[in-house]
T-cell receptor, first 114, second 113 residues
Framework: DGGITQSPKYLFRKEGQNVTLSCEQN?????MYWYRQDPGQGLRLIYY???????QKGDIAEGYSVSREKKESFPLTVTSAQKNPTAFYLC?????????????FGPGTRLTVL | KQEVTQIPAALSVPEGENLVLNCSFT??????LQWFRQDPGKGLTSLLL?????REQTSGRLNASLDKSSGRSTLYIAASQPGDSATYLC????????????FGKGTLLTVNP
């Protein structure tokens, strides 16, 4: 089955810890995205990548980092610099990063700070 | 700055009813609009994508329309079923958006048996 997988489903972080959220896709999509969802708010873009070894900051990149070493993988690291990381994190992909292409989403990772 | 609003925030209807969800956006210079469904604690499922040159798209019992000039889209659900209960999100991709989608906060739909 083609799709987007995210792991883990639930993640708990202690104060001062860095944690990494995994996102993998087997859709052969070029573009990948990370969004954050908070209760009562719309999704907000953290980072996006149009091709391997290239990525750009979204609206709320502070305290986050990403890498894109492989086409199918786009991991997100939540660093200790992110002061309010508790949220639902969603990864998405599209065929290309163009303006007309549909985005498909993974099942999400819920991150909680203890 | 593009802003997307969805009204109502919540809607409860009896099974079998036809219903309309509304989405409005402030900047009419969009490339496309996408409707999603989200079940509690789950990711987003893409329902329909309307390009800026299109007026509507249909998939099964769902019909989405787009009026770019007035900054509005509607999602029509025919013969609603309890399985349609979910949050419905509208998102637009607009000029200068650096490939991101701007999302509304969603409409929580409950279809009662």
């Amino acid at each position: 089955d083609g799709g987007i997988t995210q792991s883990p489903k639930y993640l708990f972080r202690k104060e001062g810890q860095n944690v990494t959220l995994s996102c993998e896709q087997n859709l052969n999509h070029d573009a990948m995205y990370w969004y954050r969802q908070d209760p009562g708010q719309g999704l907000r873009l953290i980072y996006y990548s149009q091709i391997v070894n290239d990525f750009q900051k979204g609206d709320i990149a502070e305290g986050y980092s990403v890498s894109r070493e492989k086409k199918e993988s786009f991991p997100l690291t939540v660093t200790s610099a992110q002061k309010n990381p508790t949220a639902f994190y969603l990864c998405a992909s599209s065929i290309k990063g163009g303006l007309y292409n549909e985005q498909f989403f993974g099942p999400g990772t819920r991150l909680t700070v203890l | 700055k593009q802003e997307v609003t969805q009204i109502p925030a919540a809607l409860s209807v009896p099974e079998g009813e036809n219903l309309v969800l509304n989405c409005s956006f402030t900047d009419s210079a969009i490339y496309n609009l996408q409707w999603f469904r989200q079940d509690p604690g789950k990711g987003l499922t893409s329902l329909l994508l309307i390009q800026s040159s299109q007026r509507e798209q249909t998939s099964g019992r769902l019909n989405a329309s787009l009026d770019k000039s007035s900054g509005r889209s509607t999602l029509y659900i025919a013969a609603s079923q309890p399985g349609d209960s979910a949050t419905y999100l509208c998102a637009v991709r607009s000029g200068g958006s650096n490939y991101k989608l701007t999302f509304g906060k969603g409409t929580l739909l409950t279809v009662n048996p």
